[in-house]
T-cell receptor, first 115, second 114 residues
Framework: AQSVTQPDIHITVSEGASLELRCNYS??????LFWYVQSPGQGLQLLLKYFSGDTLVQGIKGFEAEFKRSQSSFNLRKPSVHWSDAAEYFCAVARGDTGFQKLVFGTGTRLLVSP | EAQVTQNPRYLITVTGKKLTVTCSQN?????MSWYRQDPGLGLRQIYY???????DKGDVPEGYKVSRKEKRNFPLILESPSPNQTSLYFC?????????????FGSGTQLSVL
């Protein structure tokens, strides 16, 4: 069965520093991968998605993610973090056994930004 | 403005008292889904619907019901709520639920069952 692991529950980054959030997935075929962000008191918003092609995908708000099949990873990166990036970040994989009608979410990583 | 609207935002109830959380989208989306979010568990899917009168179970459907009588509405029904259903609930929609569609989320409903 498909699963998603986000090994870091919390990460603290200084404003202006670079960021990398880790995501590992378990899926037999080519996965369909997503990163969502949840700001406090809000619903989730899609940052970026990967289906095929270039393994480095660009998203909104200056985020990017790289798909590495050999490592079963889809890590999210940002070169310079802003205080407004403080939020919870969820990696997700679309379940192929359901015709991609379902998403499996990771448990999330909470990003704290220090001044 | 394109949006998914959930009501209420906050709800406190007692065990066994039936309740409904409403969800409405104004984007003519075919696919709608309910998730619950619990600390340390992320989001887990409760039910989803591919279109009017077409619904299916997600990963944690026990204790919940849904209906899809109109395309825009997808209410979540708890017929006999229990304390383990205390959670943050999200409704989401997408154009047709395929692999290349992003989900649009509502702002959430925080439910407490005493």
């Amino acid at each position: 069965a498909q699963s998603v692991t986000q090994p870091d529950i919390h990460i603290t980054v200084s404003e202006g520093a670079s960021l990398e959030l880790r995501c590992n997935y378990s899926y037999g075929a080519t996965p369909y991968l997503f990163w969502y962000v949840q700001s406090p008191g809000q619903g989730l918003q899609l940052l970026l998605k990967y289906f095929s092609g270039d393994t480095l995908v660009q998203g909104i708000k200056g985020f990017e993610a790289e798909f590495k099949r050999s490592q079963s990873s889809f890590n999210l990166r940002k070169p310079s973090v802003h205080w407004s990036d403080a939020a919870e970040y969820f990696c997700a994989v679309a379940r192929g056994d359901t015709g991609f009608q379902k998403l499996v979410f990771g448990t999330g990583t909470r990003l704290l930004v220090s001044p | 403005e394109a949006q998914v609207t959930q009501n209420p935002r906050y709800l406190i109830t007692v065990t066994g008292k039936k309740l409904t959380v409403t969800c409405s989208q104004n984007m003519n989306h075919e696919y709608m889904s309910w998730y619950r979010q619990d600390p340390g568990l992320g989001l887990r899917q409760i039910y989803y619907s591919m279109n009017v009168e077409v619904t299916d179970k997600g990963d944690v459907p026990e204790g919940y019901k849904v209906s899809r009588k109109e395309k825009r509405n997808f209410p979540l029904i708890l017929e006999s709520p229990s304390p383990n259903q205390t959670s943050l609930y999200f409704c989401a929609s997408s154009l047709w639920g395929g692999s290349n569609e992003k989900l649009f989320f509502g702002s959430g409903t925080q439910l407490s069952v005493l």
